[in-house]
Nanobody
Framework: QVQLVESGGGSVQAGGSLRLSCAVS????????MGWFRQAPGKDREGVAA????????YYADSVKGRFTIFQDNGRKTLYLRMNSLNAEDTAMYYC??????????????????WGQGTQVTVSS
């Protein structure tokens, strides 16, 4: 069974940075696609970024391009999301997702087999 555990969330002022971590139960290279999603109160869950672990090809939502970076550490079995220039609109619960089989095509649909419990990010202006 795939297990994912997020960490690194917290409260930060606008313009600040955070790095989220997602510890997974297998080496990241085993997964077909891994991603980060977020959900703000009263809003639908939205895709933030995804990565094809085999190729290291990355995908980003327009709202975070140039500010967020998704990357992996296969040896540490960890997925990361580096978030810079945070603003109030980034406030949400952030979730890590992974799938052993699917590719990253259509990753923003949130159709992943395994999910973490989430870590809260709060940005104050």
């Amino acid at each position: 069974q795939v297990q994912l555990v997020e960490s690194g969330g917290g409260s930060v002022q606008a313009g600040g940075s955070l790095r989220l971590s997602c510890a997974v139960s297998r080496y990241t290279y085993n997964y077909g696609c891994m991603g980060w999603f977020r959900q703000a109160p009263g809003k639908d869950r939205e895709g933030v970024a995804a990565i094809n672990p085999a190729s290291d090809f990355t995908y980003y939502a327009d709202s975070v391009k140039g500010r967020f970076t998704i990357f992996q550490d296969n040896g540490r079995k960890t997925l990361y999301l580096r978030m810079n220039s945070l603003n109030a609109e980034d406030t949400a619960m952030y979730y890590c997702a992974a799938d052993l089989i699917r590719t990253c095509g259509g990753w923003y649909s949130a159709d992943f087999a395994s999910w973490g419990q989430g870590t809260q990010v709060t940005v104050s202006s």
